[in-house]
């Protein structure tokens, strides 16, 4: 099989359409044996032969066979145990091979069981970040006993390489087994998280231009009843030329663009004046200016005599 590895206890749907796995598939139904599953070591190969294959793999009854129209063939199989090749034998119109049945290495005791207990918690944490789990993945492992089915099972619905999963299924080892798969799920549910922290994220920042843009809108339709909007527009042009023709340092210069840009987003419905102090008041003191002249200049604007000149440091 092509990137697919069939775990005992799991059943999955496999497309075949190689004139050898339809032939080993339909004699396997003629003959009503199981078939076995080979992951092929190169997924690119059209014709793999004995050598391109792993030599461990799944046995496997085929529980349903199904051709379609167009000339597919699809089964629904279900891993029954692991085996070994263990010679290939010639004269067959399809991949034949005499087996050997490979037994899980158990063992009992406390440490297993605390194994056991946190990979399912594992398990269901990452099922909790998962969109539309199937809730009978979550029963079934929930109600899994055997140790190495769990680990099975889970590593069956883990996003892993076929490398990865085939290392999985040549472990025969239980407690060693359940190891790996808690360290493989690990980190998927690291990368699960962050996932999430980075979707919120985005979420936020687009609530939140979303609020702005239909604040500004709003706050445009209301100069715009009010009879403010182009007497605004009209005030920021004339500030902004006066910041280019007034010639100022370039920290004062950039201090004043900012404070004229925060003006357009939110508005001025005070008028001239109102703006000209925002400006002065946020503007730093020039050190060629001198605090005395900032003062005349702040003392002006408070009076009201506003003008669309902007003090120029001598």
């Known amino acids: 099989m092509r990137n697919i590895v069939l775990f005992p206890g799991v059943v999955l749907p496999l497309s075949i ?14 003959q009503e044996c199981p078939i076995a599953v080979l992951l092929q070591k190169d997924p690119g190969n059209d014709a793999p032969g004995p050598g391109d294959l792993y030599p461990v793999g799944t046995v496997a009854g085929i529980l349903r066979y199904v051709t379609t129209g167009d000339g597919g063939h699809h089964l629904i199989a279900q891993g029954e145990g692991r085996f070994r090749v263990r010679e290939f034998l010639p004269g067959y119109p399809f991949l034949a091979a005499r087996i050997e049945r490979l037994e899980e290495i158990t063992a009992t005791g406390s440490e297993l069981d605390a194994r056991v ?8 944490e990452a099922l909790a970040l998962l969109p539309q789990v199937p809730q009978e ?3 079934a492992i929930a109600h899994v006993e055997q140790p190495g089915a769990l680990a099975d099972l889970i590593a069956n619905f883990l996003d892993l390489k076929a490398e990865e999963r085939q290392q999985i299924l040549e472990n025969l080892d239980v407690r060693s087994r359940l190891e790996q798969v808690s360290q493989f799920l690990s980190y998927r549910i690291e990368v699960l998280k962050l996932t999430h922290k980075i979707s919120e994220q985005t ?6 231009r979303q609020r702005e843009y239909f604040l500004r809108e709003q706050l445009k339709a209301i100069q715009q009843e009010l009879g403010e909007g182009e007497e605004g527009n009209g005030e920021m042009e004339a500030l902004g030329h006066a910041i280019d023709e007034a010639h100022l340092p370039v920290e004062v210069e950039t201090a004043a663009r900012r404070e004229l840009r925060r003006l357009q987003r939110i508005g001025c419905p005070k008028g001239p004046a109102s703006m000209a102090w925002r400006v002065v008041i946020s503007t730093p ?13 702040l003392t002006s604007v408070k009076r009201g005599a506003f003008s669309t000149r902007i003090p120029r440091p001598r």
């Open 17 to 30: 359409g190689r004139a050898q796995s339809v032939a080993a598939a339909q004699e396997s139904i003629r």
């Open 117 to 124: 207990l946190h990979l399912r918690q594992q398990a269901t």
């Open 137 to 139: 993945l979550a029963q």
């Open 203 to 208: 979420k936020e920042v687009m609530d939140r």
């Open 285 to 297: 003191f020039w050190p060629s200016h001198g605090a005395r002249r900032q003062q005349s200049a």
